[in-house]
């Protein structure tokens, strides 16, 4: 049994200022929950064999020509490692605040009238459905202001073999999902997509400052409604002001450009592996859709340093000392802020079903999948039916 608290008369206790020393937090893991690729990433890998295009293969991580099945690698020199960089955030908005969109909108972008999601595609698939939900209705699209494009990228890494069949057993595991539908065939309804995102890192400094409460317990009498006196044990709170300092690094927090994908699919295929980012390169998307962004920079920057916010306001009240505290107050100021535009991809399903559009999709880094499902109207009769059944049973056996 562990020892009761020390029972402490109420006046009791030292209620002087509580200030900490500075602390310094190691960088917070990741939350485990554009003018995207203009032209570049329609530029031809010509087949050495027969001409064709080659397409990426993540499981063989080669261009693959579709038409005589030869393997081969770049077409150019790699980039140098150097490519990837940091970009100044608050230099960069200011430029964009006074840059015009001058990029050509007849560079072959169409956008959907359904999911309103913008992607990159050669002249000749232009009038092609949308990879997103299905629909057939695809508009030119007129730029977001001031697009900018991605310097690195995460190579797909999963074939589409395996994304088929891991999307295929995600269905099949779902009961109320009808049976006609994990019977289906849909391997003609899964695309490879790289989506377009943001990473944010910078330096935080930050002060708090909060009330520290600290349990103690009083003996009191009481009468009870028979008239009859005993003695209870009651809790109450010591409250004294108490003030830190936290400081720490957050480095690559991801937020989505994308609004092509349903937010909750998308939250369940995070986090993308960031640190094995690679330079951008145009046959990595050979062969793939390229989303362009629709969250422009300061939309996404203002996410990133939300999260941010959030997680120093964490970290700190797990440094309030005491049992409990109140009225939290911080005071953030952050440094160094730096982004980085990058491409991640996933392997898309899209489908209809009885007139509805659904989605699923498996992170064609780390083969997280997840999808929506219609449900079976059937098979949920069925489970109220029986429901009722065993309730309507107990009832007559308590009759009796």
Not at 242 to 268: M, N, R, Y
Request: glycine share 6%; hydrophobic share 35%; charged share 25%.
């Amino acid at each position: 049994m562990p020892p009761e608290p020390p029972v402490l008369p109420e006046e009791d206790g030292d209620t002087s200022p509580i200030s900490l020393p500075r602390k310094k937090i190691p960088p917070p893991l990741p939350d485990l929950r554009g003018a995207a690729a203009e032209v570049r990433s329609l530029d031809r890998h010509v087949c050495p064999e027969c001409g064709g295009k080659g397409e990426w293969d993540p499981g063989k991580r080669k261009l693959i020509c579709p038409y005589c099945g030869t393997e081969f690698e770049r077409v150019a020199p790699p980039p140098p490692p150097s490519s990837i960089k940091e970009h100044e955030l608050d230099q960069m908005l200011a430029e964009l605040g006074e840059r015009s969109s001058t990029v050509d909108t007849a560079k072959r972008k169409v956008q959907c009238t359904h999911c309103h999601a913008v992607l990159v595609r050669e002249a000749k698939n232009v009038g092609q459905s949308c990879d997103f939900c299905g629909s057939p209705e695809m508009l030119d699209y007129s730029d977001i202001e001031s697009p900018l494009s991605p310097e690195s990228l995460l190579p797909a890494s999963i074939s589409k073999e395996k994304a088929y069949h891991s999307l295929k057993a995600f269905l099949a595991s779902k009961w109320f999902a009808p049976n006609d539908l994990k019977r289906r065939n849909l391997v003609d309804r899964i695309h490879g997509v790289y989506l377009p995102y943001w990473t944010f890192d910078s330096a935080a400094e930050c002060p708090w400052t909060a009330d520290s409460g600290t349990y103690y317990y009083v003996t009191r009498t009481v009468r009870g409604a028979d008239g009859k006196t005993r003695t209870v044990r009651e809790r109450k709170t010591r409250w004294r002001p108490a003030s830190g300092h936290v400081s720490t690094w957050f480095d690559d927090i991801l937020i989505t450009g994308s609004q092509g994908i349903e937010p909750k699919i998308l939250t369940k295929l995070e986090p993308f592996p960031t640190k094995d980012l690679v330079p951008y390169e145009t046959r990595y998307v050979s062969g793939w859709e390229v989303e362009q962004y629709q969250i422009p920079l300061l939309q996404a920057a203002r996410s990133g340093f939300g999260v941010m916010e959030s997680t120093l306001r964490n970290m700190c009240a797990s440094e309030v000392p005491g049992d409990t505290y109140r009225n939290l107050r911080i005071h953030p100021t952050y440094s160094r802020k730096t982004f980085k535009h990058i491409l991640c991809p996933v392997w898309l399903l899209a489908y209809q079903f009885r007139g509805k559009t659904y989605q699923g999709a498996m992170n064609a880094i780390t083969g997280t999948t997840y999808a929506n499902c219609p449900i079976s109207p059937w098979k949920v009769a069925f489970v109220v039916l029986m429901v009722l059944l065993v309730i309507g049973i107990i009832f007559l056996a308590a009759q009796r």
